[in-house]
């Protein structure tokens, strides 16, 4: 059963100019979010512009929104194939399990100017 639903869309001009400032990366990305991402080069701004939205998509499938949960405990990851998966730690797992969510499912899409996620719970 779906517990929630969330879409984000964030401007990518606007993680080009986060690029620049390594405090507010490194408040709300993991470090293998950045290492990912920076990695990327040219892309590198709609790859993070990507994930904060999954952040966002994320607190708003919860109902909650993120007040009590550290961004940097939700993480955007990739497996080998290149899907996006999401991995949740600290205040981030603990609102997951307090939503009754047991499964997380992403999708990320990015344009030259906009990125958007979705994310959908589901539980028993």
């Known amino acids: 059963m779906i ?5 984000d869309m964030v401007e990518v001009k606007r993680m080009e100019r986060w690029l620049g400032n390594s ?4 408040r709300y ?8 991402a920076l990695s990327r ?5 709609q790859t993070l512009a990507a994930r904060f939205a999954a952040k966002e998509a994320f607190g708003k499938a919860l109902g909650s929104g993120l ?4 961004l940097k405990d939700i993480i955007v990851i990739n497996d080998d194939k290149g899907k996006p998966d ?12 307090k939503s009754g969510a047991d499964k997380a499912h992403i999708s990320l899409t990015h344009e030259r100017e906009n990125a958007v996620a979705m994310i959908v719970l589901e539980g028993a």
């Not at 405090?23 to 490194?26: D, E, P, T």
């Not at 080069?41 to 701004?45: C, D, E, G, V, Y």
């Open 3 to 7: 517990t929630g639903i969330g879409v």
């Open 23 to 26: 405090a507010l990366l490194n």
């Open 29 to 36: 990305f993991h470090q293998e979010e950045l290492s990912l």
């Open 41 to 45: 080069k040219n892309s590198a701004a």
């Open 67 to 70: 007040a009590k949960i550290d």
């Open 86 to 97: 999401i991995k949740l730690t600290g205040t981030a797992q603990k609102a997951f399990e």
